[in-house]
């Protein structure tokens, strides 16, 4: 009999991708990595503080330990130098686990019809954004707005704050004051218990509303900063190209406005970055997630057009520090009106 042992590890390798991937997003999620990211503490003792079955928690760590993750799982555990990654970079399990976790198990009802969307829980979709934004899409921002050539913001508005991270990093380091809107009001609540906590309530409020009905009804800011991180990829698969360029146009109609734009460029096919890196690991599972949920990446030619159609003046463009993702796809512009 042929000897297909090593063959069978290697077909096995996405199904060891899968039980990791989870068991990490719940270790992060459950506090527990941060919990042995120390000093060592006893499992009973761990397990006490958790809430949890000392067994149970035993069976958890010995898994981790083969990964790599913990050390000592009868003992006292810690984190080893791979767990402390996985600390680092929680973000990205935030959104694509915690996230979209739930997004790919209905493949048999989402492949016969476009007009089924897969779930996601989109208070983890926010939070880990955010989380990614840190290292790639609040750099860039803050890079445009020092860029521009005009007067310093005087309020910034991210139109889609998610859990309001975002919104805050870039206020408490630009010292500006700001307004989130989103339409999930569990990220609001989240947001203003953010703003309470970093001491910056009086001047970050959040408001449950869509971007479009809030630029039309609430502006009350003169000479605002918009920022629409990710989020005109949303308006674009619920309601349409139509509706993309009346938002942007209804934005940069507000006296002394200047929007934002952070997008992904398109380009599932391009073997110059899907087999990049960041390209396999990230991009891949990102593009598949956009094909099944409400949600339509587009390329960096449509939003060109699309931002000339809505009578917007490009005014800078960027893209992340190649340190932190050299594949290009990320796209930040800064748009202002005709005439401004």
Partial sequence: MEDIELRLVEALQPVRGMFLAQVVEFSLRSGLLERVDGPGVPVDELASALGWSGERLRGLLRY?????????????????????????????????VGGYGSSLSDLDTLMRSDQEFASRDSAMVGKGSC???????IPMVRRLLAGADAERPSVLVD??????????????????????????EPSVVT???????RGLADRVRF??????????????????????????????????????VSTVRTILAVPGSQLVVVEVDHRPTDPSVMHHGLGIAYYNPYYLLHQVTE??????????????EAGATVVAEATPDPRVDSTGLELGYLLRGTGQ
């Fill in 64 to 96: 981790l330990a083969v990964e790599g993750v913990v050390t000592d799982p009868e003992g006292s555990p810690a984190l080893t130098a791979r767990g402390r990654e996985l600390l680092m970079f929680r973000a990205w399990y935030e959104l694509l």
């Fill in 295 to 308: 949600q339509r990446l587009e390329t960096r030619a449509f939003w060109a057009d699309v931002f000339a």
């Fill in 159 to 184: 139109l889609g704050c998610g859990d309001g991270t975002f919104l805050l990093d870039l206020c408490a380091e630009l010292g500006l004051p700001g307004v989130g809107v989103d339409p999930h």
């Fill in 131 to 137: 989380g990614i934004s840190r290292y790639d899409a």
């Fill in 207 to 244: 408001e449950a509303a869509t971007a479009e009905n809030f630029v039309k009804s609430s502006v009350e800011d003169r000479d605002p900063t918009f920022v629409a991180a990710f989020s005109l990829q949303e308006v674009l698969e619920q309601q349409g190209r139509g509706a993309v």
């Fill in 191 to 197: 947001g203003r218990e953010e703003a309470v906590r």
